[in-house]
């Protein structure tokens, strides 16, 4: 089955400096690539994704990088504010979704 | 709000009762999913519908825990003689079916069992 590790497990970034996030799945029969955001106390909250058919996705401050080839996918987001705090998780899915440990980032103001 | 719905929010409960939970879909949405997770964890699958229809089950699904979907609408997952190890956030999430849709997930049920 589908495997996905995610890396790092903690990011601690300066207000309006970027964060990036590392994702690698092992399965290459997943085609769909999406990215939640999870506050305290709150379900995952789709903030990205991205298909197979396109090496890259942007969506103003946040963008997802998809090389297929090295079966990597990264989440990119620039200008970072304290509201971007929170635990980020990626998936890889083709019939069922696997999800990523997580990336808790603080943005520190 | 029209997004996925969860009751209750929480639940504190003792070893060895039985609890159910509820998810309300998105309505035009024919497929729910039910996940599991743990503290600093991602969210793992446990089972999935597709309208009334159970068509997968994961290996973390023990015989404790059954998930019903009676008429295509909400769902209820049910875990009978609780453990300790059971303590965990329960999602539900709903999406229109086929391969590589988006799963818009619910608030989650918090689980406690002492």
């Known amino acids: 089955g589908e495997n996905v590790e995610q890396h790092p497990s903690t990011l601690s970034v300066q207000e309006g400096d970027s964060a990036v996030i590392k994702c690698t799945y092992s399965?290459?029969?997943?085609?769909?690539f999406p990215w939640y955001k999870q506050e305290l106390g709150k379900g995952p909250q789709l903030i990205i994704d991205?298909?197979?058919?396109?090496g890259e996705k942007k969506d103003q401050r946040i963008a997802v990088t998809l090389n297929k080839t090295a079966k990597h996918f990264s989440l990119h987001i620039t200008e970072t504010q304290p509201e971007d705090s929170a635990v980020y998780f990626c998936?890889?899915?083709?019939?069922?979704?696997?999800f990523g440990a997580g990336t808790r980032l603080t943005v520190k103001p | 709000d029209t997004g996925v719905s969860q009751n209750p929010r929480h639940k504190i409960t003792k070893r060895g009762q039985n609890v159910t939970f509820r998810c309300d879909p998105i309505?035009?949405?024919?497929?729910l999913y039910w996940y599991r997770q743990t503290l600093g964890q991602g969210p793992e699958f446990l089972t999935y519908?597709?309208?009334?229809?159970?068509?997968?089950k994961s290996r973390l699904l023990s015989d404790r825990f059954s998930a019903e979907r009676p008429k295509g609408s909400f769902s209820t997952l049910e875990i009978q003689r609780t453990e300790q190890g059971d303590s965990a956030m329960y999602l539900c999430?709903?999406?229109?079916?086929?391969?590589?849709?988006?799963?818009?997930f619910g608030p989650g049920t918090r689980l406690l069992v002492l």
């Open positions: 999430a709903s999406s229109f079916e086929g391969v590589g849709k988006t799963q818009y």
């Open positions: 399965d290459s029969a997943s085609n769909y």
């Open positions: 991205i298909r197979s058919n396109v």
């Open positions: 998936a890889a899915s083709f019939n069922d979704m696997r």
């Open positions: 309505s035009e949405h024919n497929r």
């Open positions: 519908f597709q309208n009334e229809a159970q068509l997968e």
